[in-house]
């Protein structure tokens, strides 16, 4: 293996640490929401996630690129996450289905990345400050500059991102001699989630995130879905009144992550901003109807109000996080719909939560049997 000469390269968080590594052979500068993922495998699925867009990615996992890349494992077309952050940077792969070394695939993209950094102590850092705005640079010399365009950048908190990584034009998605039909809302949708819904005889038609009841309802589908994505929920005006139409009719509707959130918000129940939110494939959840723990994948920066999920007379919590006692989970009472805040399609992460396609299947059952 050629040595390569790698440059210096600075984390630099808004509050003003600084955190140094080096280049993996990408430069230039990111910026973005830093963050952190504990996962210890699916990297790739992790930066290809839509709801990672405009975030900087730290992983916990020490070695990353070890396994390179390979297509079956993109959950969308391009790298979504702003940069990333690691410890130890394999630029070559010994996995024998991978098809592309990692660095390649980020040199393609032209995505920055440094390694050598200290990432036990930057997610200690961010875990006792809080996710905040950050860069990643190896222009250093450029250090006074960036600082004054890092102050410059958006909060979170406010930001509609749905629609940077939102289809523009619907399409379709499996089989189409399917049993049913779901109109599906792409406000940043894995494609893991696709995936799991045609696995259940599914013919799925893609909406762009602003798209109106009438234009989805005249596919006749029978059922609807609201996905994942980034940014916060509160702008989402368009998805919002979508979700208060299904609900009014009461027609079958599911909703993931982002999802969830509009759901809620549809219901009158506020959202906020967690202080590090919730990023990895080991978050255990507790179904309360069950009384059983799940262990799910997890990946959200902004979580529903549970005083007031509680209080609402049409709402019951179905789900809980285990270690904060967060909303995992919401259902809507008579009605044939519920949501929940993390990924039951996994993609990376375990399965045990994959019975909620299924329940979504026997509600458009239920439906088309009335």
């Keep these: 293996m050629k040595y390569q000469k790698r440059n210096k390269a600075i984390v630099l968080l808004a509050d003003g640490a600084i955190f140094f590594g080096k280049s993996i052979g990408i430069e230039g500068s990111a910026f973005g929401e830093i963050c952190f993922n504990t996962g210890m495998t699916g990297y790739q699925e992790i930066f290809t996630d839509p709801s990672y867009f405009g975030q900087l990615m ?4 020490s070695h990353i690129g070890n396994y390179g890349t390979t297509p079956i494992d993109n959950q969308s077309e391009t790298i979504k996450i702003a940069g990333l952050i690691c410890k130890n940077f394999s630029s070559q792969h010994t996995r024998p289905i ?5 660095l390649d695939y980020f040199k393609e993209q032209n995505v920055v990345a440094i390694s ?4 036990r102590a930057l997610v200690r850092y961010i875990r006792d400050n809080g996710a905040m705005n950050a860069l990643i640079t190896t222009e250093v010399d450029r250090l006074e500059e960036l600082k004054v365009q890092l102050a410059e950048q958006p909060s ?8 940077k990584v939102s289809t523009q034009e619907p399409y379709f998605y499996g089989n189409p001699d399917a049993t049913y039909k779901v109109a599906a809302v792409d406000l940043g949708v894995k494609k893991s989630i696709l995936d799991n819904l045609a696995l259940h005889d599914v013919y799925i038609k893609v909406f762009p995130y602003n798209a109106t009841f009438e234009e989805l309802e005249a596919w006749n589908p029978d059922g609807y879905f609201l996905s994942n994505g980034p940014g916060d929920p509160e702008p989402l005006i368009y998805a919002q009144t979508l979700a208060k139409e299904i609900i009014k009719r009461d027609l079958p509707l599911f909703g993931i992550c982002l999802g ?3 759901i809620a918000i549809a219901n009158g129940i506020s959202t906020f901003k967690m202080f590090n939110g919730h990023r990895g ?6 179904n309360i109807s069950t009384a059983k723990g799940e262990i799910t994948s997890q990946n959200h920066g902004f979580a529903v109000n549970r005083e007031e999920s509680e209080q609402h007379p049409d709402l019951e919590i179905s789900h809980i996080h285990l270690n904060d006692k967060t909303v995992a989970g919401l259902r809507i009472k008579n009605k044939k719909c519920f949501s929940v805040q993390y990924h ?18 026997e509600n458009i059952k239920t439906h088309n049997l009335n």
């Design 344 to 361: 039951p399609e996994a993609s990376p992460g375990p399965n045990d939560s994959k019975y909620l396609f299924s329940n979504f299947i």
């Design 281 to 286: 494939i080991n978050h255990p959840v507790l």
């Design 260 to 262: 969830h959130q509009v």
């Design 156 to 163: 979170m908190v406010g930001n509609e991102l749905a629609s």
């Design 58 to 61: 730290v992983s916990t996992n």
């Design 98 to 102: 991978g098809t592309k070394d990692l």
């Design 116 to 119: 050598d950094v200290d990432t």
